[in-house]
């Protein structure tokens, strides 16, 4: 008899997720809460709300879950794993005290701070006038960060004091993000090459996930407001990078350290979303799940189970062996809605091949729905098309290739996904000739 698994949540990292768990020999059923039309592909959905922790829990018994896999911050933060584990269920991810990484980034900075973490400069205040004043008092460009959850929208990154002074008035005065801005942090900004590294940590120990690259800016040229990513790539380093054993180092182990000497042990994947300036690696920011749109470029190059490597971290026998992973590069390039990160328009017909897999080509879905037997978007971020291969620019391209083939109304992506250090364009064969479609 097989595993029963339930992932919890519907965009998609949890699609990701979900064709992962279906991939492996132990896994008899897949379930996903709430899921999304996409999903339906590899997954039975359920029409279960992530924030539904009751309804969670009375399906997880009714259905005799034997693993549930948590994949938006929102659940960990409010405490599911707590509520899950008391019931003496089997679930995967952090405590609400451990999540406190991501819930807070007040409680990130003062933490790093207290364990000698590399970040930013920073200071935290609770009154727009002396953040405000601060600003008009700081030298260099700045950053303005909500301090609760977001949705990967709450960082503002200033070009001068203006903007920033505008970043208070929209986060604490105007509360765009609600409660999340009653405190901001203020932190100098940060100039280098964005890196994210996930690891899943036991509790005492990690295994280091190959790391991946976001783009975050709605834009090409990393332009424009922050979204929740706009794609990725992985590899951005090898294993035998020294670059990865310095953040391994002086960022993943300690943060683990730290936890436990604290009282909360952290058990799930720890992300570490990384600067890489000239003084050397920087934290920008926990998350407390797997990253997301990382995860569908890292889970299609994992070799090992992704069963077994949580299975092993729920038993606190997580070795520091490096997982084994193929030895190609996958590339995703997210379609989004005309006007996401802002207002944007769903319902939107969809066309095009959005089989989950197929060859070398994953489609990961976010935000799709079925309405009278045809598939239309209802969200921002609408579908991630990622690409296979053994070489960098063969990955780019076959992801290109497929984008080209989806279309919506008012369709968008970033053209200069895959764009390494040190490059001005992508290679012109694999350079996308359109921005969008409408």
């Known amino acids: 008899m097989g595993l029963r698994v339930l992932i919890i949540g519907g965009g998609g990292r949890e699609h990701a997720l979900c064709w992962a768990a279906a991939s492996s020999p132990q896994v008899e ?92 400069p920073f200071s935290v205040f609770d009154d727009p006038a002396q953040a405000s004043q601060f600003i008009r008092s700081a030298d260099g460009p700045l950053v303005v960060k909500a301090d609760g959850l977001a ?18 008035q929209t986060i604490m005065v105007e509360r765009v993000f609600g409660d999340a801005g009653a405190r901001v942090i203020v932190e100098k900004r940060l100039t280098g090459t964005e890196l994210s590294v996930m690891a899943v940590s036991d509790g005492q120990r990690i295994a280091i996930l190959i790391p991946a690259r976001d783009y975050k800016a709605a834009m090409d040229g990393d332009s424009g407001p922050n979204t929740g990513g706009m794609g ?29 000497a604290e009282g909360n042990p952290y058990t799930g994947v720890l992300y570490a979303g990384m600067m890489i300036t000239d003084a050397g690696p920087r934290v920008l920011e926990y998350n407390c799940r797997f990253g997301d749109p990382e995860t ?44 996401y990160p802002g207002r944007y328009e769903t319902g939107q017909p969809m066309s095009g091949p959005l089989k989950t897999s197929h060859n070398n080509i994953l489609r990961f879905h976010a935000g799709t729905a079925m309405r009278d037997d045809v598939m239309v978007t209802a969200g921002g971020r609408v579908v991630g098309i990622c690409g296979r291969a053994p070489s960098h620019e063969g990955a780019v391209a076959a992801a ?24 001005t364009s992508l290679p012109r064969r694999t350079r996308p000739e359109r921005r969008a479609k409408v």
């Not at 990865?244 to 683990?256: M, N």
Request: proline share 5%; aromatic share 6%; with cysteine.
């Open 232 to 260: 990725a790539y992985a590899p951005a380093l090898q294993f035998d990078d020294p670059l990865l054993d310095e953040i391994t180092e002086a960022v993943l182990k300690p943060t683990v350290m730290g936890m436990a």
């Open 400 to 423: 290109y290739q497929q984008v080209e083939k989806v279309q919506f109304k008012g369709m968008r992506y970033r053209t200069d996904i895959g764009l390494r250090q040190g490059q």
């Open 151 to 168: 949705a990967g929208k709450g960082v503002i990154v200033c070009s001068d004091a203006e903007s920033a002074l505008a970043a208070v």
């Open 29 to 120: 059923k897949v379930y996903c809460a709430p899921g999304n039309a996409g999903i339906a592909d590899v997954a039975t959905v359920v029409a279960i709300k992530d924030s539904d922790t009751k309804g969670l829990l009375e399906f997880a018994r009714r259905e005799r879950i034997d693993l549930t896999i948590v994949g938006p911050e929102g659940p960990l933060v409010a405490g599911l794993v707590d509520e899950f584990k008391g019931a003496k269920l089997r679930v995967f991810g952090p405590s609400a005290a451990a999540a406190r990484l991501e819930g807070s980034k007040v409680f990130a900075k003062e933490f790093m701070r207290r364990y000698h973490i590399p970040t930013a």
């Open 296 to 339: 569908q470029v890292v889970l299609p190059l994992l070799k090992t189970d992704l069963i077994d490597v949580i299975g092993a971290a729920l038993a606190g026998q997580l070795h520091m062996e490096p997982l084994d992973w193929h030895d190609e590069v996958c590339v995703c390039v997210i379609l989004v809605s005309d006007g």
